[in-house]
């Protein structure tokens, strides 16, 4: 249903850090993964083996947990990412790591343990503030989530995929008009990449613009693929009245939701959607 593609979307943004397709280069804690399947499963190859003759070796497996991550390896990320964290259980890079990569395993509890102590209050990171987001959006708690996106927003305004958290986050709240906002202006920064634009397509669809979502789409595919997946989603909202019933309470609040745009990060009001069942993370690690 709609609601599971909002949670998917959350459960993948922003944990990966994919960058130019090398797999030659060195290979750091800071290592990012190849954007193509092909180099990433050959990235990520070369990296088991380089990892398991030097298993604790921080560089590479952090790495090589990454590249799992990237490749939705998410259990086996989670294995080398926890076998880490015992050998270095005060460092905050390989938590932060291991909180995200329990994330995307689907391990909320676990995680939310995790991730506050991969970073601290005097020098908190953005990242993980996203993550932390994540983490209590799906977890239901989209208050808590929403703190979390506007903090991050406090070190790194107007950061794209944080933005875009933060818009799906109010799309699960039922404030479908300020989330439409935020994910326009999550797609109007410099940094936006192509999940952001699916984003606001999907809630563009869900408030039944079908025309602006497919030319949102038609950023990044071809015509006919851009009106498959509008028509997909639309056939999804057809099949399901959650998002008819979203509308109807949304109506009344839309004049005083529209006032309170998403850069000035308002507090919103505890939404707890019974239909919704949260199921995207945070930048580099």
Request: aromatic share 4%; with cysteine.
């Amino acid at each position: 249903m709609p609601a599971a593609l909002l949670m998917a979307s959350l459960a993948l943004a922003g944990c990966q850090s994919i960058g130019p397709d090398s797999i030659t280069g060195s290979i750091g804690s800071d290592a990012v993964a190849p954007n193509s399947p092909a180099a990433l499963q050959r990235y990520t190859e070369d990296l088991g083996q380089r990892y398991d003759s030097q298993p604790d070796n921080k560089s590479v497996a952090m790495a090589y947990a990454r590249a799992l991550r990237a490749s939705q390896r998410y259990d086996q990320a989670v294995a080398v990412a926890q076998r880490l964290a015992a050998k270095y259980p005060k460092d905050m890079q390989v938590l932060g790591a291991y909180g995200k990569a329990l994330a995307e395993a689907g391990h909320l509890r676990q995680a939310e343990t995790v991730l506050p102590e991969a970073h601290t209050p005097e020098e908190p990171n953005w990242s993980i503030l996203s993550a932390q987001g994540t983490v209590e959006d799906q977890l239901g708690d989209h208050d808590q989530a929403q703190a979390y996106y506007r903090a991050a927003l406090k070190i790194v305004p107007n950061q794209p995929e944080v933005l875009s958290n933060l818009g799906l986050s109010y799309a699960l709240s039922k404030q479908l008009p300020l989330a439409e906002d935020t994910l326009r202006l999550a797609a109007a920064q410099p940094g936006a990449d192509s999940r952001v634009r699916q984003n606001l397509a999907l809630v563009l669809s869900l408030q039944g613009k079908f025309d602006a979502a497919q030319t949102v789409a038609q950023q990044d595919l071809a015509p006919v693929d851009a009106a498959e997946d509008v028509a997909s989603i639309k056939q999804m909202i057809a099949q399901s009245d959650t998002w008819n019933q979203i509308r109807d309470l949304d109506k009344p609040q839309r004049t005083a939701a529209l006032a309170h745009r998403p850069r000035h990060y308002a507090k919103v009001e505890k939404a707890t959607p019974q239909n919704l069942h949260p199921t995207q993370i945070g930048s580099a690690d």
